[in-house]
């Protein structure tokens, strides 16, 4: 006999790389869980997830009120994943992550949900250089004004095994004869998506205080080159690494953007040369994964999983020298 789950989430990009993890979560943790993606015919995998019937795609537009209002119906909680990483067409920056955001919020206050997750980003600041950035500033202002106790969680970048990331780099490692550098001594904080997920489930069940900001980032702070430097061992690659001045970057990246799907934007140029870490702010006052009660996972933990594909050999690449050439 199936139980009827006592609890509806809505989750905006519950199809994605971090939302097919929180649909997990939510779906373990009793939730009938809404998908709301702009093409549920593309998220069926999503069911798999739950028992029949509890995780439903459905159809929800950030740009249209309309379809974000019948998305979260009846909702008790409401989670925002939904940011883009490229401008094309319609998908701007602030359409999307600014005042979609504001669309997510007013909607989640009308239907009256209990409590409202916002994912953002490290680095969001209207003050930005960054047009990404800027965008994800605007949107948490928007979000903390038409629903003052949501929760606000703004990670680092995000690893996983199908992160938009490590496994970028792995691509280079395996297609270029150098690895190239942009802001080498720039410094992340990356953190895995299992944690992320974590911490949006607490949050979505009310297990810390609304009305604020959280900052996640994993055990470890890596500057790119160190990153790339991981991203060859774990690869079995030898690669000198070539770096790449930003005065270059920008002009190729501009050239890149024009493709279908670019590798690199001028934007991006700008967000490789600003440092993405947990703020000492967030962490003498708690606001980390510290207040989720989740520890850390490293990155050496997990890269192994899923950067062997960009072994030469694959899976049964056993080279002892990590840095074998490829």
Do not use: C
């Amino acid at each position: 006999m199936t139980v009827k789950p006592s609890k509806l989430a809505t989750i905006f990009g519950g199809s994605g790389f971090i939302g097919t993890q929180v649909t997990q979560e939510l779906a373990r943790r009793g939730f009938a869980v809404r998908v709301a993606v702009r093409r549920p015919d593309l998220a069926g995998h999503v069911r798999m997830f739950g028992f029949p019937g509890q995780i439903q795609p459905v159809q929800a537009n950030l740009r249209y009120s309309d379809s974000v209002a019948a998305a979260v119906r009846g909702a008790d909680v409401v989670v925002n994943l939904v940011g883009i990483q490229v401008e094309r067409g319609r998908q701007r920056f602030r359409s999307i992550q600014a005042q979609g955001a504001k669309t997510v919020a007013e909607a989640a206050r009308a239907a009256g949900a209990a409590r409202l997750v916002h994912v953002s980003a490290l680095g969001a600041d209207p003050r930005s250089p960054s047009a990404y950035a800027r965008a994800k500033g605007l949107g948490e202002a928007e979000v903390r004004k038409a629903f003052p106790d949501a929760v606000i969680l703004r990670p680092s970048i995000v690893f996983g095994r199908d992160d938009g990331f490590f496994n970028l780099f792995g691509t280079l490692a395996r297609m270029l004869p150098v690895m190239p550098v942009i802001g080498g001594k720039t410094r992340f904080q990356p953190v895995y998506v299992g944690d992320v997920a974590e911490a949006i489930a607490q949050a979505a069940e009310g297990a810390v205080e609304g009305g604020k900001i959280y900052e996640l980032g994993g055990p470890e702070i890596l500057t790119m080159e160190e990153i790339i430097d991981r991203v060859l061992e774990q690869t079995h690659r030898r690669r000198p690494r070539l770096a790449v001045p930003f005065g270059l970057a920008k002009p190729l990246a501009a050239l890149m953007a024009l493709l279908p799907q670019p590798l690199l934007t001028p934007d991006q140029v700008v967000q490789l040369g600003l440092d993405n870490v947990v703020s000492p702010e967030a962490l003498r006052q708690k606001r980390t994964l510290a207040a989720f009660g989740v520890t850390p996972t490293t990155v050496d933990a997990i890269l192994p999983t899923y950067l062997w594909r960009f072994r030469k050999h694959g899976e049964f690449d056993r080279h002892v020298n990590p840095l074998a050439d490829g």
